[in-house]
Each structure stands twice: as C-alpha cells, then as structure tokens.
C-alpha cells in the first residue's frame, strides 16, 4: 500500500532552517510527484511547491521564492525551509500528485514545526 | 494569482443533503480537487477530476461544476461527514495550485 512517513516535530529557534523527509513507499517514486502543503494553527491548507520524482524538477509557491529547496534521494523527499519565523509555525505535510493535475492522493501524516524563541 | 473562494462555515441536519460550493477564475479551465480534513488528521482526497471518487470513498460524495464555481454534495449526511472540507486547483497565472480557504461542515 502507498505510504509517505514523514519526519518527527521539530522545535526551531527564528532564523534558524529546518529540514522535512518524506520517505515513500509502495509505488514507484518517479512516476509521481510530491506537493509540500503546510497548514498554520487553526488555519487552511496552503500549498508550497512540488518536486518530480522522476527528474527532481521543482516549482515553490512565490512567497517563498528563495527561503525554500526541495530535494529527493532515492524515495524519500524533503523539504528545507530557511529564516524561519513565528509566521512559520505549522504542519508541514507531503503529498503525491496524480499526473499534471492538483490531486494529492495520498498525504503524510504531517509534521509540527514550531518557530519560538 | 487566481483565488478560490468558500463560504467559511455550512450546516446541515443529519440524513439530509449538502452543497459545499468553491468559486474562482481558474475553475473555468481547471477541474477542483476536494479534501475532507478531519480534526488532527491530514487531508483526505475525496473528489477529483470530473466527479471522480478515490477508492474507500462512499457515493454519498458528488461533485459538479458550473462556469466559476464547482461543487460538492453529500447526500445523506453521515455525522462523520462533519470535518473542515477544502477545495484546491491548478492555476495558470501565480502559483501553479491553489487550495480555497476551506469549509467546516457542522451536522446538527
């Protein structure tokens, strides 16, 4: 069965970087790609970027131009995100996409990242 | 960049039915994904594509689309249909995918 694990909790202090794995299994890792989507306190989803599991060619959400990297090695995904700030706070969760689409069928369990002096 | 727009809160008495409703420009081109989250639990897909259902997801779930604005409707609602419901799409101009600001679906 398809699964994606992500990595544990974090507790990151402002300015500081985070790093994010997703290992995925039960399908084939370069046939789809995987959507980073983080959810703030009380908040909605918001979509960050995506990452190809087949050439690990990426597309991030403008707002994070430039803060943010994703990666892939071998079927684990990851995702860093740089200069963090209070603003940051949220579950970081990981997606398969279907095809071109914006269908995320399969999600990680997600995971808390605190910013907090 | 294209928005998708949701009413932020819907109800509905147990057993009847109930339309969640997504608006935005790029619905026009693009079909809406849906997506149940319940409370500490990550998002489940629930629609795609052209009223398409993933597998374990009940037939009580529908969806549709008009112009700007697609739809989802769950007849004869369950009291586990109550969670926070999301739509998201492609977008052609800004980020590439959208999520709408989502929906809490309360069964009385």
């Known amino acids: 069965q398809v699964q994606l694990v992500q990595s544990g909790a974090e507790l990151k202090k402002p300015g500081a970087s985070v790093k994010v794995s997703c290992k995925a299994s039960g399908y084939i890792f370069s046939s789809y790609a995987i959507s980073w989507v983080r959810q703030a306190p009380g908040q909605g989803l918001e979509w960050m970027g995506w990452i190809s599991g087949y050439n690990g060619n990426t597309g991030y959400a403008q707002k994070l131009q430039g803060r943010v990297t994703m990666t892939t090695d071998t079927s684990t995904a990851y995702m860093e995100l740089r200069r963090l700030t209070s603003d940051d706070t949220a579950v970081y969760y990981c997606?398969?996409?279907?095809?071109?689409?914006?269908?995320?069928?399969?999600w990680g369990q997600g995971t808390l990242v605190t910013v907090s002096s | 960049s294209s928005e998708l727009t949701q009413d932020p809160a819907v109800s509905v008495a147990l057993g009847q039915t109930v339309r969640i409703t997504c608006q935005g420009d790029n619905l026009r081109n693009y079909y809406a994904g849906w997506y149940q989250q319940r409370p500490g639990q990550a998002p489940v897909l629930v629609l795609y594509g052209k009223n398409k259902r993933p597998s374990g997801i009940p037939d009580r779930f529908s969806g549709s689309s008009s112009g700007n604005t697609a739809s989802l409707t769950i007849t004869e609602t369950q009291a586990e249909d109550e969670a926070d419901y999301y739509c998201n799409s492609r977008d052609s101009s800004g980020d590439p995918v959208v999520f709408g600001g989502g929906t809490k679906l309360t069964v009385l």
């Open positions: 997606a398969r996409g279907m095809g071109t689409t914006s269908d995320f069928d399969y």
